[in-house]
């Protein structure tokens, strides 16, 4: 039921304005794959996803564990004489053998190099959660946090939408192979200076959402070196920490300011979830880690808001207390990742689809430029929109993870098992016109984007519904 009159002088500014991010091909790539949605048998020629950064490599080792441990749900005659402790009230702390069974996990994660102390952890509704939490303890409405390109275009929405924070984006691109260097964060320092923007800090992805690498140590001190320079906070995004695959290791943040002489730690802050290391999105777990006093107290006090489930909290605490479940998880998942990895990698070099090289995360970063008409993100969106209704794959154009260079794809293939990998890569050969070996020039599928599909460029005013709205409202997925 609506308002009479005009609703939105009845509603709040946050409310009524169009800055939560999903206006944008990453969240309307969703909206098509909802209204057709891939099945082998019930739907086998919808669309397939692989916009969805999801880890369900491992469900298998999470069930067998369930089963064999009744006693960690309160939910099951094992466990109930646990229900009444559970589900009382639970202060902000959150339960203390959670919090000590996630200090160890993400010890472990790491390569137990660095300890974390569990009095330092706040929890918030998954890392989505997390990040505006940080951001409401570190800046005030108008101030800004410089971000390195290309960059998870959720940020927009976590970071910016309720806190009226900022976002300044330090560009790079693949002649550096996308290196974070010291120049271009002098550049954007001074620019934001000039503009009279406060900037409050700097946020990096690491592994990398999207390009799917790690940062080595080298460029990890140089960015705190950098931080400390300007007396500001370094926000660490490691949610992707256990999906290392390959060489090199992982380094976190927390093990590089150990050896960065005079670092002023209160300003180091690491943001952790188990949506992607462990595959629970549902769940909601998301971790703020700060080693500055005041942000631990205020963000204990602010996590009241967005409080992990207890019972998600009990049931956790004892699955990763289990130290071989643990050990064997990271070791299968890292197994399996890279076996998935491979296989789709060799999938796209059989067609000559060239992508850049990774070794962490559920997805890799497609280069699709030898596809496009013209090297212009207006093509680049029309070739996406090809891949969404004629392909019916739905990936992520570049220039909606702030991409400087148009023609990259963001492309997962965690969420999904072998067989519909398999659909998805002979798709892509059909695509590419090789899948009978008789090459068919990629011209004429340049040709259907002039000839199917609207050339409009996407209109950043049009309000987008969340992503698994049942009206999909934006012009991009209905363009045909």
């Not at 090809?386 to 148009?406: R, Y």
Request: proline share 5%; hydrophobic share 35%; with cysteine.
């Amino acid at each position: 039921m609506g308002f009479g009159g005009n609703s939105q002088q009845l509603l709040s500014k946050i409310a009524t304005n169009d800055k939560h991010g999903e206006n944008s091909p990453y969240f309307d790539g969703w909206k098509a794959y909802d209204r057709n949605p891939f099945h082998p048998k019930n739907n086998p020629q919808g669309v397939i996803q692989m916009g969805l950064a999801e880890n369900q490599l491992c469900f298998d080792l999470i069930e067998e564990w369930i089963r064999n441990n009744p006693k960690a749900s309160i939910c099951t005659p094992e466990g109930v004489h646990q229900f009444r402790n559970i589900a009382n009230f639970q202060d902000y702390h959150g339960l203390q053998k959670f919090r000590n069974a996630m200090a160890n996990f993400m010890s472990k994660v790491r390569g137990g190099r660095v300890r974390f102390d569990p009095d330092r952890i706040l929890m918030s509704g998954g890392a989505t959660g997390a990040n505006e939490l940080i951001m409401f303890c570190l800046a005030d409405p108008g101030d800004a946090f410089m971000i390195p390109t290309p960059f998870y275009p959720g940020f927009v929405r976590d970071l910016c939408w309720r806190t009226g924070v900022k976002l300044i984006p330090v560009h790079s691109d693949s002649s550096n192979n996308f290196k974070i260097t010291r120049e271009a964060l002098e550049e954007a320092y001074k620019k934001a200076k000039e503009d009279n923007i406060n900037v409050k800090g700097l946020l990096i992805t690491n592994p990398s959402n999207p390009l799917g690498t790690t940062l080595d140590k080298d460029t990890l001190k140089s960015l705190v070196s950098f931080i400390n320079e300007k007396n500001i906070h370094l926000v660490c995004d490691e949610i992707y920490a256990a999906t290392v695959f390959s060489s090199p290791n992982y380094v976190s943040v927390a093990e590089v300011i150990q050896e960065v002489e005079h670092c002023k730690r209160d300003l180091i802050h690491i943001i952790y979830s188990l949506s992607k290391d462990m595959g629970f999105p549902g769940f909601r777990v998301g971790i703020v880690y700060s080693f500055n006093d005041e942000v631990v107290n205020c963000g204990r006090k602010m996590s009241s808001f967005g409080l992990v489930c207890s019972q998600t909290q009990h049931m956790l605490a004892s699955m990763l207390s289990d130290e071989n479940f643990v050990t064997t998880f990271i070791e299968e998942n890292s197994r399996r990742l890279k076996k998935r990895h491979d296989k789709f990698m060799k999938g796209l070099e059989e067609v000559n689809i060239t992508r850049f090289p990774s070794n962490a995360g559920l997805f890799c970063w497609m280069n699709l430029k030898s596809l496009l008409k013209e090297p212009t993100f207006e093509d680049e969106l029309k070739l996406w929109r090809v891949i969404i209704h004629e392909v019916k794959l739905n990936v992520s154009p570049g220039s909606s993870f702030n991409c400087s260079e148009p023609g990259w794809f963001r492309v997962c293939f965690a969420n999904m098992d072998d067989e519909t990998v398999d659909v998805a890569l002979n798709r892509i050969r059909a695509f590419v016109g090789r899948e009978t070996k008789k090459p068919v020039g990629i011209k004429r599928w340049q040709q259907n984007l002039r000839l199917n599909f609207s050339s409009r460029i996407f209109d950043e005013t049009t309000v987008i519904m969340s992503p698994h709205s049942p009206i999909p409202t934006s012009p991009l997925v209905r363009a045909t």
